[in-house]
């Protein structure tokens, strides 16, 4: 517990203190594919050179059940190196999840029923500009607190890879 307190200490610590520090966004524009447990479409707009607004459609789907999820995002990002840069931000979703039909163990038929999903959502990541080209990479963990379904925090599930083409 005391680790877990001192993990988050220096992280607010560090956001506040590189607060002057700014990651340059310099496209206003990118869109792009989004590739992990749930695949969709993102698009980020900068709003000045540090923030930004991003947008994400995403389906996922398995043998029981498929997912649809409209996520909005409010950006901070701040420069590591050349062409590095970190984020993080905050914001909701909402979609819905389908159970499909299915026998159980048993042999008994259960019908396909839908559920509305509603949570809050983080984003912390790291992106790379590529030089020379309209395209940026990013790495990120997007964990959600689901209200409806489970009640629970996702943590692992939300890792995702961005590619970006920035106009």
């Known amino acids: ?13 560090s956001i506040f ?7 340059q966004l310099d496209n206003q524009h990118t869109v792009g594919v989004r590739f992990g447990s749930a695949t969709g479409v993102s698009y980020r707009y900068s709003l000045s050179e540090n923030r930004a607004l991003e947008g994400i459609l995403s389906v996922q789907s398995s043998s029981r059940t498929s997912r649809f999820r409209v ?3 409010y950006q901070y990002h701040k420069p590591i ?7 993080y931000g905050f914001g909701g979703s909402f979609g819905s999840m389908k159970y499909k039909a299915y026998k159980n163990a048993a042999g008994e038929h ?10 809050v959502d983080g984003i912390i990541g790291i992106a790379y500009d590529i030089p020379t080209t ?3 990479v990013s790495l990120d963990a997007k964990p959600y607190l689901d ?7 996702k943590w ?10 920035k106009f």
């Open 17 to 23: 203190f590189c607060e002057n520090s700014f990651a």
């Open 110 to 119: 259960i019908d396909s029923s839908s559920d509305l999903l509603l949570s």
């Open 81 to 87: 190196a050349d062409n590095f840069s970190w984020y």
């Open 1 to 13: 517990m005391v680790n877990n307190l001192r993990i988050v200490s220096f992280l607010i610590l």
């Open 134 to 136: 309209p395209l940026s």
């Open 71 to 73: 996520v909005g995002l």
């Open 156 to 165: 692992v599930d939300p890792i995702g890879f961005t590619i970006r083409y």
């Open 147 to 153: 209200f409806l379904q489970e009640s629970s925090i």
